[in-house]
């Protein structure tokens, strides 16, 4: 006989971990403390199993007991949340949902993020095709007004920070279609925050086009964007549509819920 295979887990063991889980479940849809006849209501345990299961994640911390005998959901699971969160890599967790856009549309996808008065770009996949010459690409920067994705992180700020930012970096130009006015550059903004949705139409570089979508963390906060970027011939206005839903589903990959349904 092995003696190092692991133990196999008995039915019984398995059956007592779903119903820690159940437990957990209606702690959490509980928007107060819940008793134990409640609970025992909510999971269809009997009162003295769901005791004996609540009574185990009491002393782990997972769950806290009140003086009125009603139970919460307890601090470890927080510090535990905190662990996870800190643990999540952005591009680890962007990279499949990219993967799928860039399959389904045929053009290159961008990740990328604000670093000062800047866009970072983190991750990119290639289109493989596209005849434009892409100056901003994986490590690459780039100013704010001059991206889809830098203009998102723009919009979020209040107007004296725009023009504090306009101020600092003289708003400078790569085409003739580039933004370098304040005046044009609010404007721009305002309907960036109307559509949550922004667009670089050859601002950047002649001959290409980029629209970009923003992604939340848990606070509600952005972090990052995606955009899709390719030559103005070859721009579809679906792909708002597209790489939107594709930012909220790593949004809500990232722990956001603020999502309309």
């Known amino acids: 006989m092995d003696s190092t295979k692991e133990p196999v887990k008995t039915p019984g063991s398995i059956q007592v971990i779903e119903r820690m889980m159940s437990l957990l479940d209606a702690l959490a849809n509980s928007s107060e ?3 134990l006849k409640q609970l025992a209501n909510a999971t269809e345990l009997h009162p003295s199993t769901a ?11 997972f769950v806290e007991r009140q003086d009125a005998g009603t139970y919460r959901l307890g601090i470890r699971l927080l510090e535990l949340g905190a662990i996870v969160k800190s643990r999540i890599s952005l591009r680890e ?5 990219m993967q799928e856009l860039h399959e389904q549309i045929g053009e290159a996808i ?6 000062d008065d800047e866009i970072v770009y ?5 289109s493989g095709r596209s005849l434009v010459r892409v100056v901003y690409l994986v490590g690459g920067r780039a100013p704010l007004h001059l991206t889809s994705l830098g203009k998102l992180f723009l919009a979020a700020d209040g107007p004296q920070k725009i023009r504090e930012y306009a101020k600092r970096t003289g708003l400078p130009g790569k085409t003739p279609h580039s933004l370098t006015t304040l005046a044009t550059l609010e404007k721009e903004l305002d309907k960036v925050r109307r559509h949550d949705i922004a667009y670089d139409v050859e601002e950047a570089e002649i001959g290409l086009k980029c629209v970009a979508a923003p992604i939340r963390d848990d606070e509600g906060q952005i972090i990052a964007a995606l955009s899709v970027s390719a030559p103005v011939d070859r721009h579809d206005p679906d792909w708002a549509k597209q790489v939107k839903k594709t930012a909220d589903a790593v949004s809500q990959a990232l722990g956001y ?3 309309k349904k």
């Not at 961008?110 to 670093?115: K, V």
Request: glycine share 6%; hydrophobic share 45%; aromatic share 4%.
């Open 93 to 97: 967790v962007a990279l499949p949902f």
């Open 257 to 259: 819920t603020g999502l």
């Open 51 to 61: 005791h004996r299961i609540l009574a185990a994640m009491t002393n782990a911390r």
């Open 110 to 115: 961008n990740l990328g993020a604000r670093h």
């Open 33 to 35: 403390s819940a008793s």
């Open 122 to 126: 983190l991750e990119r996949t290639s």
